[in-house]
C-alpha cells in the first residue's frame, strides 16, 4: 500500500478493497522499519492519525469521501497543528503546542486526510540541507550519506521514501522545488497568494509559499486543490478559487511554446545536471514542443536580491520569539538580559547570521543602499519575466545546480550552500508558480525539472506538468530501500 500514489489509495478506499485504518497502519510500519536512518520525522502523531482514520472510514462508508479521505500525509514542522509540538526545528520553540490549526491544515482534516506527523527542516526554514535543525540531521532515500535538500527535505524524504503519498512544505527561496529535485518526486510551489499562510510560522512573508510533495503531478494537483482557494485570515490571500484539477489530463505539448534563459544553463550548473535536462528538452521537442532561447539578465542577481529582502522579512518576523510570550525562557539580571540571553541560547547559527544581516539592511543609514535597491531589482526581474511570458508560456530549467550532495560536503562553504537556489529563487521573487519534477539520473541520483508560468497560471503549469511527465515515462524511479 505505500509504493501506491494518493489517486490509487482513493480508488481503493473507496471501492472498499482496503480501509483507511489498514493504509494508515501501514505506512506507520514503514515509517518504523526506515525513519530511523533516515530522520524525516521531528513527531509522529500515531495516536491522532489513527482516530482520523477511523473517522475518514465513516466518511467512506457514508460515501461522503473526498479525493483525500483517508490518504496519510506528512506535514513540514512550521505549520502549527493544534495539540500537536510545533517546533521550526528551533530551540526556542521546544515544547511549543499551538491553540490553533494553520488553514492548510484546517482544510486537511476538513478533507478527510490521514495527518501522520510533522517532519523535519533547517531551523525557521532558514536552509539548503536540512543541516540546520536543532534536533536531528535528515537522510536522502536515495543515499544515505547524501542530503535531501532543504529546508523541506523531511516532507521531502518523507515522501520519496514512501512514509506517505503526499506531503507539504513552504518555499521561500526554493525550500520545496529543490528538495523535490534531490530527492527524485513532484514539489510544487503555487502562485503566491493563492494558497493561505495563516497558521504558517513566517520566515520571509512577501516570498513565502505552502505547497505540495508528492510522488506525480496528479498527487500534487489534487492536494494544491485541498489546501488552495481564499481565507480571509491570511492578509496577502488572493480572492481565487482553489486551484482546479478538472482539465489536469487535457492537455498537449504540440505546439507548446517554451523558454530557455541561458542564465539558467550557465557554468553555474553541474554538466551532469545540464546533460540529463538536456535529454529531457530533446524528448520533449521530439513530441512539438517549441522551444525558444531567451535571456533574462536579472537572474544572476537574484541570489544577491534574495539574501538581502529574505533575511531583512526574517528580522522583523521573528523578534516576536523572546522567551516571554511562548517557548523556553533563559533567565538573566532584568528584561534585557533575559531576551538577550533567551535568543542568544534559542536560535541557531543560521538563524541568528540572517537576523544580523536583516537587521543590519534595515537600519539607518544602509536601509537604501540595500533593501531599497534589492526591492528595485525585484521589479526588475518581474518586468523582465512578464516580458518573457508574452512570447512563451513557460519557462524550463534545472530545478538544482547539483544533485543530491554528501552531509557536510557545503558545511564551511555557505556560499554554496545559498547558490543552490539559484534556479528556483526568481520564482519566489516574483511571486510566479513553479514545479519540480524528475526528469532523469546523474551518478545513479535524481535530476529535477522546473517548469515556471506566470501568476495564475497554476492550472495549466500543472496541465503541461502532467504532459511533461508523460512524454517522459523513464525519468522516474523508486530510492533503493527495502
Request: hydrophobic residues 40%; aromatic residues 6%.
Amino acid at each position: 500500500m505505500t509504493q501506491l500514489s494518493a489517486a490509487e489509495l482513493n480508488r481503493k478506499l473507496a471501492s472498499k478493497e482496503v480501509s483507511a485504518l489498514e493504509v494508515a497502519q501501514a505506512h506507520f510500519e514503514r515509517i518504523e522499519a526506515h525513519d530511523a536512518k533516515l530522520g524525516c520525522f521531528l513527531h509522529l502523531d500515531k495516536e491522532g492519525a489513527l482516530a482520523s482514520a477511523n473517522e475518514a472510514q465513516k466518511r467512506l462508508d457514508a460515501g461522503e469521501a473526498t479525493a483525500l479521505t483517508g490518504v496519510p500525509i506528512v506535514l513540514k514542522d512550521n505549520m502549527s497543528t493544534i495539540g500537536v509540538p510545533t517546533t521550526c526545528a528551533s530551540k526556542i520553540l521546544e515544547g511549543y503546542i499551538p491553540p490553533f490549526d494553520a488553514t492548510v491544515v484546517a482544510k486537511l482534516k476538513s478533507a478527510g486526510a490521514t495527518i501522520l506527523g510533522k517532519t523535519n527542516l533547517d531551523e525557521f526554514a532558514m536552509g539548503t540541507s536540512t543541516e540546520n535543525s536543532a534536533y536531528q540531521l535528515t537522510r536522502n532515500p536515495w543515499d544515505t550519506d547524501r542530503s535531501p535538500g532543504g529546508s523541506s527535505g523531511g516532507s521531502a524524504a518523507a515522501v520519496s521514501a514512501e512514509f506517505a503519498p503526499l506531503g507539504l512544505g513552504s518555499d521561500t527561496g526554493g525550500s520545496i522545488r529543490q528538495p523535490a529535485s534531490l530527492c527524485g518526486i513532484v514539489g510544487f510551489k503555487p502562485t503566491y497568494g493563492r494558497c493561505s499562510r495563516y497558521g504558517l510560522i513566517a520566515f520571509g512573508s512577501s516570498l513565502d509559499q505552502i505547497g505540495p510533495f508528492a510522488r506525480n503531478i496528479e498527487d500534487a494537483a489534487l492536494l494544491a486543490e485541498a489546501i488552495t482557494g481564499h481565507d480571509p485570515l491570511d492578509g496577502t490571500s488572493m480572492k481565487t478559487e482553489p486551484i482546479s484539477t478538472r482539465d489536469l489530463k487535457n492537455g498537449s505539448l504540440k505546439g507548446l511554446k517554451i523558454g530557455l534563459a541561458e542564465e539558467m544553463f550557465s557554468e553555474a550548473i553541474n554538466p551532469g545536471v545540464r546533460e540529463v535536462v538536456e535529454r529531457a528538452i530533446e524528448a520533449l521537442a521530439k513530441e512539438g514542443v517549441e522551444f525558444k532561447k531567451i535571456t533574462l539578465p536579472s537572474i544572476e542577481l537574484g541570489v544577491t536580491t534574495y539574501y538581502i529582502i529574505a533575511p531583512a522579512e526574517a528580522s522583523s518576523n521573528l523578534a516576536r520569539f523572546d522567551g516571554i510570550r511562548y517557548g523556553p525562557r533563559w533567565e538573566g539580571s532584568g528584561h534585557i538580559d533575559v531576551v538577550s540571553k533567551t535568543r542568544g541560547q534559542g536560535f541557531g547559527h543560521e538563524v541568528k547570521g540572517r537576523i544580523m544581516i536583516g537587521t543590519y539592511a534595515l537600519s539607518a543609514g544602509y536601509y537604501d543602499a540595500y533593501y531599497t535597491k534589492a526591492q528595485q531589482v525585484r521589479a526588475l526581474m518581474i518586468r523582465e519575466f512578464n516580458e518573457a511570458f508574452q512570447d512563451t508560456e513557460i519557462l524550463l530549467a534545472p530545478t538544482s545546480p547539483t544533485v543530491a550532495f554528501k552531509l557536510g560536503e557545503l558545511s564551511n562553504d555557505p556560499m554554496a550552500l545559498k547558490l543552490l537556489d539559484y534556479c528556483t529563487i526568481p520564482a519566489n521573487l516574483g511571486g510566479m508558480p513553479s514545479v519540480s519534477l524528475n526528469c532523469g539520473f546523474s551518478e545513479g541520483l535524481p535530476v529535477g525539472l522546473q517548469l515556471t508560468a506566470a501568476p495564475l497560471r497554476d492550472e495549466r503549469l500543472l496541465q503541461i506538468a502532467y504532459s511533461v511527465e508523460r512524454a517522459l515515462p523513464n525519468a522516474t524511479g523508486r530510492p533503493p530501500l527495502p
